[in-house]
């Protein structure tokens, strides 16, 4: 993309989240993180019902009697997007790339917490961690990350989720929301989903095109995987194989699906050309 073409598609997502984002997820992520940091806010003395692991035994030894910290929560939150770069990610059959899609749910997500005074970060993963946007605050940070998600070298190299989990957890301390966003098309270590989600929330986003999940009967076809580079003719007008292409696709699913599950980490499945707004709006108020 040209500059000035990059500008335009970045005003247009812009424009076209701004409706969704304050009439669907304004605010609803902060009622589903759980376990927020907390902070010290005063001393006051012990009170009937107070937990005893709250009690500030210095100066309950000065004064001679029991005083308790009191704790408040964060508000200000921070947020994490895991961005799959690889090249199964630069594709799609309908209206957009999956890359254009994820870029306008991250709009809309950035758009939020840029409206809740919150910090956003940027990982582009896949083979390894490609590039890091340490999280800051604002429009113009959000329409920065926009950017780099629409004009980022989409990679012909294996996705390793794992690695990209491995990272964020490596550098930022401070438990955050992290949306990773992916198709989830290779495999990856399932133990780093459950030591990511202990640390931070997570919430995984398969990204999909129709054609991920299913093969249409367009006779014999070289399918080629843009990720390795092999290539495999195969007769798409044979029942028996589009059945077991999207019996396999459904068991990956299943798997995928199980994993988060086992993990405690959210997941949500969703197809190129979904409601991302409505999707994302029901699972934060299921939290």
Not at 33 to 57: A, C, H, L, N
Not at 218 to 235: K, P, Q, S
Request: aromatic letters at 12%.
């Amino acid at each position: 993309m040209q500059i000035k073409d990059i500008v335009k598609k970045v005003k247009q997502i812009e424009i076209r989240t701004k409706k969704k984002t304050e009439a669907a997820l304004m605010g609803q992520y902060h009622s589903a993180f759980k376990g927020q940091g907390m902070t010290f806010s005063e001393v006051r003395p012990y009170q009937f019902g107070d937990e005893i692991r709250r009690i500030d035994w210095n100066k309950t030894a000065r004064f001679r009697e029991p005083f308790v910290k009191v704790m408040e929560e964060e508000r200000e939150l921070t947020m994490m997007l895991i961005v799959d770069i690889s090249a199964s990610m630069d594709y799609g059959t309908k209206t957009q790339l999956k890359r254009e899609y994820v870029a306008e749910i991250a709009a809309s997500l950035g758009f939020s917490a840029a409206g809740n005074n919150d910090k956003v970060g940027l990982i582009l993963f896949a083979d390894k961690v490609y590039k890091v946007i340490p999280p800051q605050k604002g429009r113009k940070h959000i329409l920065s990350i926009i950017s780099t998600i629409l004009t980022a070298d989409y990679v012909a190299g294996i996705s390793k989720v794992d690695k990209a989990l491995e990272y964020m957890m490596g550098i930022f301390k401070k438990k955050s929301l992290v949306f990773l966003f992916s198709d989830f098309e290779d495999p990856y270590d399932s133990k780093m989903l459950r030591v990511a989600s202990k640390k931070h929330q997570l919430l995984g986003l398969r990204i999909y095109d129709e054609k991920d999940n299913e093969i249409p009967n367009v006779g014999y076809a070289l399918f080629h995987d843009a990720e390795t580079g092999r290539e495999i003719w195969a007769n798409t007008s044979s029942a028996r194989w589009r059945y077991t292409f999207a019996e396999a696709q459904k068991q990956k699913l299943r798997a995928l699906e199980e994993d988060f599950a086992v993990s405690s980490a959210g997941f949500l499945n969703i197809s190129a050309d979904a409601d991302y707004s409505r999707l994302l709006y029901n699972y934060f108020q299921s939290k």
